[in-house]
């Protein structure tokens, strides 16, 4: 592909052009993160230091920012590299700050000056690091940007205030940093990099920094992250106000390095033993350490800090060569005169003293005192309510919970704390308010009937005791229940009422059948006189069973063939009157949260509607009503429909001959883009191709135009989704199902992880590998293998052809055809035998057995992707899209469909890309890549619900297989998958999007700046 530079980076050649004197063709530049590279390269390198000079007096008057997008974030340095043509490496790299040009000029004028002096003298230029000490903003963006702008993340740096919960104390100040890329990071990229840099400053004023990241072009923020920035010092004398025997010698160290004074701490039983021995002292020859300057340093902390349950504390001044101390000493502490300081803090927790309890958990989850130091360590969170105790842990990276919940609860268990049947761990992000996963563990049995509502922590600890969840309509009736316990709850009734039903049940079979004359309770003497009364009871039974089997096949047909007149038209509907009602229905579903994991207060809401954080200023308000769009219905496009057209437009009789690939919906969509193609006489421009989750949510004509508005007109958009469709089965239809000249110049692959699952039974893929339309397939790529051949070696190829494939038509297969052909012609209902099964699948759903309002972990799935969808609403229209009104409601979507939880989805059963699936993707680029066609893959958005743990793990695991795929150039990777987490208005389920959601895509695509659409 011929890399097109855009008209900013074309601005910047032309600039370097005219300033440096070398021809543009000689110039290159490139923007990535905040940093702009410029290469000069010529028949001979440019001379550094006069290039250098050229530039340095062009940038002193010119502003950069004016020459780029106002999309591109600052400029904060310039790298000038100086090559010769054809030569793979630059001769020379010289980094420009542009927030110290003068420094620089004056450097490179004095070099200029006297050619014998090093570059190195002149004007000495102050690192980034060290005006970032300082509390600058912008000294501190550029100094992040110096790791980030190599991974192609840009930063901008912002100070703010906000006023502390307790309206006594002073506005402190907040660091906000925007990390901005055109892809999206793994969190754990930016976070613990961030986190050490930031605390590495020890910045004076700030008590803590928030991290937003980005992707560019999208208005909402992918992840959220809050970085500690007490200093060191801070960190050490709270924890040293508990006792802590690392954390008072580390403090003490710190203080008498002045002095040159080594410290080393033990404690036994209520006496600190500290040890002062001399520092940097290789040969050992150095005196003991003054006793009164010791002293008096430490006995001054020892009065500050006053730890909790430590009376005395004896010192001692020792010569390194020597192990008898040198001098002894002994401190009375504040322990002995204030009895609340003497417990230690074991016994405090004991007791249920909360802060206690804190230090001690954050003491047995940061082990590592450096690391703690580092990036702020994990911080402890603690809220009882009732008679549960309520822990949530956060750090930079969400704590491992096998690291984590074992550990706090077992600490738990052994403190036996009054009042406390209960323990609950969480853990999240810093910065987030939900967890990312929970445990639950119960000190002593408890009865329950409903789960519990999980309480929400504030993302800061001056937060700590607030609950966000209130009592308020809220459907709890008691509020110390744990999920498991009621899924074993449930799991027992439902056991017992099937086994009492499956007992009457057999008891009312058998007495039917004994009635019948034909069967005899077991243990009876039976006749043995033969008589001609079973040969007659048998005639009967037999023409009553074929009487029953023909007025069933009239009762079927009857019920899929009869008209509906009270049915409405979907075309009949103005859009004016179905946006209108689309906007009632939206607000009222808004009305009715249920507050259950995620509740927000009304009040809340209010509050923050117009800000993208909420009064902790750090959690995203996603409650917000969305301004719900979507292009006008068009008529759909049922078989009838499809026949007709295609025969007006002189293209039926090769629709009908036809072979079927064993789908009804692959039939209709190959007819409609086979019809579409002989109508433009080319194939479409843009293919949407996918699974359900693409025939739902890109809507052709949205696209198209807003690609129209963006300069590309009159692209030809098809939307090709498939239900179940996954990589094989999308192979097939790019490779072998579609013509060359139905190929089109993009394909839009829209779908996600579990499309590449390759351990699970690819269901529709066997489908239509057993199918006509796929055999004929084999043969015609058969046939086209051996086209180079002589005439007469084809023709006895295809003579042997025939032979095996009459051999291997074996007397099974044809009794089975023959049967089929047979009841094809006496049955009445067979030819709507699809919709037959339809019918019956959608009553059987609606039984109160499978229509239970509970979360049971059950290893069978239910289908979710069609159980909602009415027969006759099923039809795409002739773009191939399917649009969808319905908006997902939780409430009521699952009192009709169950709950299946990610450990029980066989969409993700044992999830492993590795396999079938990928060996597909792979053939798909080749392919594409021999063809000079696009592909961009589309990991569509899902909802809050649909994303559990065990999900995510998935999802996190398949976008880092497609990162590492998106270095192939005909290869883009867009992952919109927590675009709206919470906006449930803009699906038709939790996996899958409606006409809304679609409409939104579409237009966020046709704006999305990473893609190269096709021109005419």
């Known amino acids: 592909m011929n890399t097109v530079l855009l008209d900013s980076q074309k601005s910047i050649v032309q600039w370097v052009s005219q300033a440096t004197g070398i021809n543009s063709f000689g110039v290159k530049v490139r923007l990535r993160g905040n940093d702009l590279h410029i290469l000069c390269e010529g028949s001979e390198s440019p001379q550094r230091w006069r290039t250098l000079s050229d530039l340095l007096h062009a940038l002193q008057q010119t502003d950069l920012d004016l020459l780029t997008s106002n999309e591109q974030p600052s400029i904060y340095q310039v790298f000038v590299y100086g090559r010769k043509k054809g030569e793979y490496r630059p001769q020379w790299c010289h980094r420009v700050y542009l927030n110290q040009l003068e420094k620089h000029l004056e450097q490179v004028e004095q070099v200029l000056e006297d050619s014998e002096k090093s570059a190195q003298s002149g004007s000495l230029i102050i690192s980034n690091e060290s005006l970032a000490r300082r509390g600058d903003s912008n000294a501190i963006a550029r100094y992040l940007s110096e790791t980030l702008s190599p991974l192609g993340v840009s930063v901008q740096v912002k100070t703010k205030q906000y006023q502390p919960k307790d309206s006594n104390q002073a506005a402190v100040n907040r660091l906000w940093i925007c990390c901005q890329s055109s892809y999206s990071p793994d969190s754990s990229l930016l976070a613990e990099p961030i986190a050490e840099q930031l605390r590495y400053l020890k910045l004076v004023g700030y008590e803590d920094a928030v991290i937003v990241s980005q992707v560019s072009g999208e208005a909402v923020s992918e992840c959220l992250l809050r970085v500690d920035l007490r200093p060191p010092e801070t960190m050490l004398k709270e924890w040293a106000r508990w006792g802590d025997v690392q954390a008072i010698a580390r403090l003490l160290r710190s203080i008498l390095a002045g002095a040159k004074v080594d410290v080393q701490a033990s404690l036994k039983e209520s006496t600190l033993h500290i040890f002062c021995t001399p520092a940097a002292d290789p040969t050992e020859t150095a005196p003991a350490p003054d006793q009164a300057q010791c002293l008096e340093i430490i006995s001054r902390q020892l009065e500050a800090i006053a730890p909790q349950g430590i009376l005395a504390a004896t010192v001692y001044g020792h010569k390194n060569a020597d192990q008898q101390p040198t001098w002894i000493d002994w401190l009375t502490l504040p322990a002995t005169q204030h009895p609340a300081l003497a417990p230690l803090p074991l016994e405090l927790a004991n007791e249920g003293d909360e ?141 017992d009422w099937t086994r009492d039903k499956i007992n009457r049940i057999s008891t009312y079979t058998k007495k039917c059948l004994i009635e019948t004359q034909i069967f005899a309770e077991s243990g009876e003497s039976l006749s043995q006189n033969p008589d001609s009364q079973g040969l007659k009871i048998a005639l009967v039974w037999g023409l009553l069973g074929l009487l029953l089997t023909v007025q069933t096949d009239w009762i079927l047909n009857y019920l899929i063939t009869r008209p509906i007149s009270n049915s409405p038209q979907i075309n009949s509907v103005s859009p004016s009157f179905s946006e209108q009602e689309i906007s009632l229905k939206s607000q009222a579903d808004q009305n009715e949260r249920t507050a259950f994991f995620t509740n927000r207060s009304a009040k809340e809401s209010l509050q923050n509607q117009q800000d993208i954080f909420n009064a902790s200023g750090f959690t995203q308000n996603d409650s917000q009503k969305p301004n719900l769009r979507a292009s006008p219905l068009k008529e759909r496009a049922n078989a009838t429909a499809i026949l007709l057209t295609a025969r007006a437009g002189q293209t039926g009789a090769a629709l009908t001959q036809m072979p079927s690939f064993n789908s009804r919906q692959l039939n209709e969509q190959l007819a409609l883009y086979k019809q579409r193609v002989a109508k433009n006489g080319k194939a479409a421009d843009v293919l949407i191709i996918g699974s359900s989750r693409a025939l739902r949510g890109i809507d052709p004509v949205a696209l198209s135009q807003g690609l129209a508005n963006q300069g590309y007109p009159n692209i030809d958009v098809f939307n090709f989704g498939i239900n179940g469709a996954t990589a094989q089965v999308v192979d097939l239809i790019i490779r072998q199902v579609l013509e060359p000249s139905e190929l089109p110049k993009l394909i839009l692959w829209a779908d996600g992880s579990r499309a590449f699952n390759s351990s699970r039974e690819d269901v529709t893929f066997k489908a239509i590998a057993a199918s006509e339309g796929y055999q004929q397939i084999l043969q015609k790529a058969y046939i086209a293998t051996n086209r180079d051949e002589s005439q007469l070696n084809f023709d006895n190829s295809s003579a042997q052809t025939k032979v095996g494939e009459t051999s291997n038509f074996n007397s099974y297969q044809a009794i089975n055809k023959q049967l089929n052909q047979t009841i094809s012609g006496l049955s009445i209902s067979y030819e709507n035998r699809d919709q037959i099964k339809a019918l019956l699948h959608k009553k059987l759903l609606s039984l109160p057995l499978f229509t239970r309002n509970q979360t049971i972990a059950s290893p069978i799935e239910v289908n979710p992707e069609n159980t909602e969808i009415d027969i006759t609403h099923r039809a795409v229209d002739f773009d191939g899209f399917l649009a969808l009104s319905v908006k997902f409601d939780p409430t009521e979507h699952y009192q009709k469909h169950p709950r299946v939880i990610g450990n029980y989805d066989n969409d993700y059963r044992n999830f492993q890309i590795e396999g079938e699936q990928d060996i597909a993707l792979q053939q798909i680029l080749q392919f594409t890549q021999s063809r000079n066609i696009s592909v961009v893959f589309v990991n569509m958005p899902l909802t809050s619900d649909y994303l559990d743990p065990v999900r995510k793990k998935y999802e996190q695991k398949f976008q880092q297989y497609m990162l590492s795929l998106a270095t192939n150039s005909h290869f883009i990777y867009r992952d919109l998958s927590q675009l709206w987490p919470r906006n449930n208005a803009y699906f038709s389920d939790p996996s899958h999007l409606n006409r809304f959601g679609a409409y939104e895509v579409s237009k966020n695509l046709a704006n999305d700046p990473m893609i190269a659409w096709p021109t005419k």
């Open 355 to 495: 802060p206690a309890i804190i230090f001690l958990l954050e003491r047995l989850l940061n082990l590592d005192l450096d690391w703690r130091l580092k990036t702020g360590g994990i911080r402890v969170m603690l809220l009882r309510k009732g008679d549960l105790l309520h822990i949530m842990c956060d750090a930079t990276i969400c704590p491992d919970r096998s690291q984590v919940a074992n550990k706090v609860t077992q600490f738990l268990q052994h403190l036996k704390m009054p009042g406390i049947t209960g323990v609950r761990v969480y853990g999240r992000r810093a910065g987030n308010k939900e967890p990312f996963w929970h445990h639950g563990v119960d000190l002593i049995q408890r009865q329950r009937l409903v789960p519990e509502a999980t309480p929400e922590f504030a993302a800061t600890s001056e937060y700590v005791s607030e609950l966000l969840t209130t009592d308020n309509n809220e459907p709890i009736l008691r509020t110390d229940l744990t999920s498991e316990e009621v899924q074993n709850f449930v799991t027992e009734v439902a056991r």
